[in-house]
């Protein structure tokens, strides 16, 4: 009934309010967390079962997903690669890229059943595990006031490489049928020829709005006293492109959704943008974000993660090792040996992109409940002992 979905809401909100001020406050940890755990919470006592597993919920939860990733398009600036230099750039693709193959040797070799039986599937998932969530760590970084420095320029650096790296995750995604054999993937995976042809048609539209988008932004610098015109127009272009890929596949209307972002930003004048900024900070995290992480919450199993704690304890271990080994093996002389042991800790830190990825790969029925339920136990479990050992350490110096 659409009373249980309103009361579903009021009693979500009230939770990130007051659990999530008590995660910022105490652990660090984002606000959004709160959802995630209330959903566990309504999952283990079979609290809201109809609500959640009906049409309205799914809506909200895949728009929550939708629009998270459209932020990640609005904020994505590959023109700050080259800001931060080749040296940086290689850098991060050796760290994210040898955690990456760690971690997916692990799952192919001892939990194969896991992964569909598939490398491709293992990389992927170790790939999103790989992920930093930049998003978490400035606020941190701009209080200790080390954002100019080496450590944090670093920090940025290997974030915005990630961006790039999340989204050809999403897209690799979509072209699973043609690597992987028939047996191993599930019902409902389009043409995979379909799903370039819309890819490139998406990619052509976002060239053509990127590249000419100077009139709109024009016409909007011009007519900044009717404030509807841009809020109207990001949700116009976040609708569109979802619309364009979802007629193809869902994972592909994920990638669209980052496009989307980037033609927003790209169409939107500079003079207000940082107002625009609040405005998607509003929709995204504020509004739908909660859907999207009950979801996530709702769909994790409980008694998967008791009954394997062994392949939780390995996982962390072998991304944990392997980031701590290859910062310091890449910075060390640069930052000693402390601070790049530091680096590859506050590296680990995951955000919202992983979990987006692995929920894909999960409502593909491309990775089990129990890894599923392993990957988000093991972001849940860390993050808060990661940023309370990262802003302890920050306290007792400056890095370089």
Known sequence: MLEDFFLLIVVTYAVSLGMGFLLEKYLRMPWMFAALFFGMVLSSFNLFTSTVGGETFSVFAKLGMLFLLFM???NLEPEKLRKFGKKIVE????????????VSSLLYFVFPVEVSNSPLVAIIVALSFATVGEAILLPILAKFKILKTTFGQLTLGIGTVDDVLEVLSLLLIAFLPTLIPNSQVQQ???DPSLVLLDLGCISLLTLVLVKFGSKIRRVLSNNFNFEFLRPLLILLVFFSFIVLGGFVFESLAAVSAIFGGMVARALLPKEKLLRDEKTVDFLGYIFLSPFFFLSIGV???????LVYPLMIALIWVVAKGSKLLASYLLFGKILGTKYSLLLGLELSVRFSTSLIVQYVLFSCGLISLALYSTLIATAILMKPVILVTLSWALSKGKPP
Request: charged share 5%.
């Open 72 to 74: 990640i398009g609005f």
């Open 91 to 102: 850098g991060s693709l050796f760290i994210i890229g040898f955690e990456a193959l760690c």
């Open 188 to 190: 409902g995976f389009p």
């Open 299 to 305: 769909n994790v199993s409980i008694t998967s993660i």
